[in-house]
C-alpha cells in the first residue's frame, strides 16, 4: 500500500493537498478520481510514499485515510506540470499545493483531464531564455516576428502581462492579421466569452496567439512552444498573499520542465534577468535621447525655479507631467526659517530624521538611507544656522498646491493611489484634461501607463529618487528615466542639486551601460542578487512570545548573515508586536533550504510574510 499527496483540481477545498492511499505506487503527474464527501474530485498526484515509510505520520493524523476511486491517466504535461511546480516550490519557499492553486485555474480543468494519457512530444531540446527590451514600438516588432516564426512552425504563443489594461493594449496591438487566431484570457472576461476561448482552446487545431494574465497562463496545449512574460520588471507579478510568490519564477520553472522557449520583455528588464540570460551588454543606441539633466540651485520653496518656468512656459499650448515620489507624500527635513533642505554629509542626498537602535537604545538621528551616515538631532541649518529643523511632505498634494498657485487650476490634473484608486478614474480624468490645448498632469509611477505622449516630462526631486532604502535602487530609477523618455515629445528633465553624484553624472552624459556596469559590481560586492539571496522575514507575536519567537528565528538561521530591524507594534493599543529579520545568503540557499524553512515557519504557527529578493528593505 502507498500514501499519495494529491493535489485537488477543484476551487473552494481548504487544502492545498490531500492524502490518500492507493495499492499501487503512482508516478507523480498521474490524474486520479478521489472521493470527497459526497462527491468525486479530481486531484494531481505529487508523491507516491511506501506505508512503512509514512507508518509514524498516518498513526499520528486526525483523519482517516481514504482510498482513491480510479485512475484516469498520465501525460508528459502533468508530469512536466509537478516536476515545475516543484522546482518552483523550492526557490519560491512556497508549498507546491499553493503554487498549483495559483496555476492550475478552474477553466483548464477539463483541457487537463481530457489530455491524452500517451507522451507528448516536444521537438525542443533544451529551455531557451531571451531578453526583449527598448521602446513599447521595437517590442512589438520584435513579438511580431516571434509569433510569425512560431505560427510558421504551427506553433502556439502565450503572452503574459502583470495588469489587464496592458494585457488588452498587447492583444490589441499585436492581433492585427490574425485576430481569427488570438486569444484574449483574464477574469474580468465574462463567463460567456471564457467558454467560448475554453472551446478554442480545446478545439483547434491551428497554431494560436493567447494574451493572458499570470494566473492563466499555465495553459494544458502540447503546441506551445513560446511564453512572453511582458512588462517582466513589474512588481505586479508577485502574489499579494503570506508567500507573496514570484509568479515569473513559477513561469520560468514550468517552461523549463515543459520545454518552453521563456522571453523577457520590458523597457528596461531587471538586471537580474540581463545577468541570467547573458544579454547585460546594451547596444550603444540603448539612450535617453531626450534626457537633460538639470542643476538647481537649493530650492527653498515646494519646487525648484526652473520647474516654475517650464510650468509656465506650458500656458504656451504646451503638455507637462510632474513626476512624484510613489504614494502621495515623500518626507524631507527642511530649515524651517531659510527653506534649505537637510543633505547627507557624505553622498549629498536628502536625509529624514529617523529612530535609530544604538547601543541597546532607540535615539533619534537623521539617517541616510543611501549611504548609512548620521547626523546629529541638534544638526542646525547649513545655510543660516538655524536650529528650526523640521519634517517637510512633498507629494503629489503639495505639489499641486504649488502648481495651482502659478497656473488656472482647471488646467491640472493630479493623479496617485488615493486621489485616484482605479483604471476608470485615472482615464475619465485623462480623457477630459486632453480635450485641452495645454495642461499640467502630476502623478506617481502610476500614470505612466496611462499617459500616451506630453511635450515635457520633469522630475523635480530626482535626488530623493536615489536615496530609497532598495537594493534595485538604482535599476528602477534607469527604468524610469527610459520610460519617461518614452512619453515626451520634446524633453525629460532631472532636477538636480548634485549634477557630480556618480550616477547623476553618468546620466547626463548617458553612459547607461556604465551605470549598470558600476551597479552590478556593487550588488556582487554586497552579495545582492543575482551574486546571493535577500529574504526578508515579517512574523506577527504577542509581545510575551518575542523572545522566544526571536531565539528560534536565530537559531534557525545560525551560519548566514541576519539583521533584525527595529521591533514595532501593529498599533498603539495592540499587544502583537512586528518583527522583521532581513537574511542574506548564497544565491542558492533558499532552494538548498526551502523544505526545512517552510517546515519552520509553519511550527511557529504564528502568521508570517516571507520575501524573497525584495525591492524594499
Same mark, same amino acid.
Given at each position: 500500500?502507498f ?43 505529487v ?10 505520520s ?13 485512475v ?20 519560491t ?13 478552474e477553466?483548464?480543468?477539463?483541457l ?7 507522451t ?6 533544451e ?11 521595437e ?6 516576428r ?12 502565450v ?53 493572458t ?25 508577485k ?20 520545454r ?8 528596461l528588464?531587471?538586471?537580474e ?7 547585460i ?7 535617453p535621447?531626450?534626457?537633460? =539633466? #538639470?542643476? !538647481? %540651485? ?11 518656468? +517650464?510650468?509656465?512656459?506650458? $500656458? &504656451?499650448?504646451k ?17 524651517a ?18 529612530h ?6 532607540r ?48 488646467? =491640472? #490634473?493630479? !493623479? %496617485? ?11 475619465? +480624468?485623462l480623457?477630459?484634461? $486632453? &480635450? ?19 511635450d515635457f ?8 529618487l ?14 524610469l528615466?527610459m ?41 556582487e ?11 526578508k522575514?515579517?512574523?506577527?507575536v ?44 548564497p544565491s542558492s540557499?533558499?532552494q ?26
Amino acid at each position: 500500500m502507498f500514501i499519495l499527496s494529491v493535489i485537488p483540481i477543484q476551487r473552494g477545498i481548504p487544502f492545498s493537498t490531500l492524502s490518500y492511499y492507493s495499492t499501487d505506487a503512482l508516478s507523480a503527474g498521474t490524474l486520479v478520481e478521489l472521493p470527497l464527501g459526497k462527491q468525486v474530485i479530481h486531484g494531481l498526484v505529487v508523491e507516491a510514499t511506501s506505508l512503512i515509510e509514512a507508518k509514524t505520520s498516518i498513526k499520528q493524523a486526525t483523519f482517516s485515510l481514504k482510498k482513491i476511486k480510479s485512475v484516469v491517466g498520465i501525460s508528459a504535461f502533468s508530469t512536466a506540470l509537478i516536476e515545475g511546480l516543484r522546482e518552483a516550490s523550492a526557490k519560491t519557499v512556497t508549498p507546491i499545493g499553493s503554487l498549483a492553486s495559483l496555476v492550475m485555474n478552474e477553466l483548464f480543468f477539463d483541457l487537463l483531464q481530457k489530455l491524452p494519457t500517451e507522451t507528448i512530444k516536444k521537438d525542443v531540446d533544451e529551455k531557451i531564455q531571451s531578453v526583449v527590451y527598448g521602446i513599447t514600438l521595437e517590442r512589438v516588432d520584435q513579438y511580431k516576428r516571434i509569433i510569425r516564426s512560431a505560427f510558421a512552425q504551427r506553433k502556439s504563443v502565450v503572452l503574459v502581462a502583470p495588469s489587464i489594461r496592458a494585457l488588452e493594449y498587447w492583444h490589441a496591438t499585436l492581433q492585427k492579421g490574425i485576430s481569427t487566431h488570438t486569444l484574449l484570457l483574464h477574469s474580468k472576461v465574462t463567463k460567456r466569452d471564457q467558454k467560448t476561448v475554453l472551446s478554442t482552446i480545446k478545439q483547434s487545431e491551428r497554431p494560436l496567439f493567447i494574451c493572458t494574465t499570470p494566473l492563466y497562463a499555465v495553459i494544458p496545449r502540447d503546441d506551445i512552444s513560446t511564453i512572453i512574460i511582458e512588462d517582466e520588471a513589474s512588481s505586479l507579478y508577485k502574489t499579494n498573499d503570506r508567500f507573496e510568490t514570484d509568479m515569473r519564477v513559477v513561469l520560468d520553472c514550468i517552461g523549463r520542465a515543459l520545454r518552453i522557449s521563456i522571453v523577457y520583455g520590458d523597457t528596461l528588464p531587471r538586471f537580474e534577468t540581463l545577468h541570467h540570460s547573458s544579454s547585460i551588454e546594451l547596444p550603444r543606441s540603448y539612450s535617453p535621447e531626450k534626457l537633460v =539633466v #538639470v542643476e !538647481i %540651485d537649493p530650492y527653498r520653496s515646494i519646487l525648484p525655479t526652473e520647474t516654475v518656468e +517650464l510650468i509656465r512656459y506650458c $500656458q &504656451k499650448n504646451k503638455t507637462l507631467f510632474i513626476y512624484t515620489n510613489r504614494k502621495g507624500l515623500a518626507p524631507l527635513s527642511r530649515c524651517a526659517d531659510c527653506g534649505t533642505t537637510v543633505d547627507c554629509p557624505t553622498c549629498g542626498l536628502p536625509i529624514v530624521l529617523r529612530h535609530k537602535i544604538v547601543d541597546g537604545e532607540r535615539q533619534r538621528l537623521f539617517i541616510c538611507k543611501h549611504c548609512g551616515d548620521t547626523l546629529p538631532p541638534t544638526h542646525v541649518c547649513s545655510y543660516c544656522a538655524s536650529w528650526n529643523i523640521t519634517p517637510v511632505s512633498i507629494g503629489t498634494e503639495s505639489i499641486r498646491e504649488a502648481v495651482v498657485s502659478i497656473i488656472p487650476e482647471t488646467q =491640472v #490634473v493630479s !493623479i %496617485d493611489d488615493d486621489l485616484t484608486p482605479d483604471s476608470k478614474s485615472i482615464d475619465t +480624468l485623462l480623457s477630459d484634461i $486632453q &480635450k485641452k490645448k495645454w495642461f499640467v498632469l502630476i502623478g506617481t509611477q502610476k500614470l505612466l501607463p496611462y499617459i500616451k505622449a506630453v511635450d515635457f516630462v520633469v522630475i523635480p526631486f530626482f535626488d530623493r529618487l536615489l536615496s530609497v532604502p532598495s537594493p534595485v535602487v538604482v535599476e528602477e530609477t534607469l527604468r524610469l528615466i527610459m520610460e519617461c523618455n518614452e512619453k515626451t515629445k520634446d524633453s525629460l528633465i532631472l532636477c538636480t542639486k548634485k549634477p557630480d553624484f556618480p550616477i547623476t553624472k553618468l546620466l547626463s552624459t548617458k553612459k547607461i551601460q556604465e551605470i549598470i556596469d558600476t551597479d552590478m559590481e556593487t550588488r556582487e560586492a554586497l552579495h545582492y542578487p543575482p551574486f546571493g539571496a535577500l529574504l526578508k522575514l515579517s512574523i506577527t507575536v504577542p509581545s510575551a512570545q518575542r523572545e522566544m519567537v526571536t531565539a528560534r528565528v536565530e537559531s534557525f538561521f545560525e551560519g548566514v548573515d541576519i539583521t533584525a530591524l527595529p521591533v514595532r507594534r501593529i498599533s498603539p493599543e495592540s499587544m502583537k508586536l512586528l518583527c522583521v529579520w532581513i537574511i542574506s545568503g548564497p544565491s542558492s540557499y533558499t532552494q538548498e533550504n526551502s523544505e526545512e524553512l517552510q517546515a519552520f515557519l509553519q511550527e511557529l504557527r504564528f502568521p508570517y510574510s516571507l520575501q524573497i529578493n525584495p525591492s524594499r528593505l
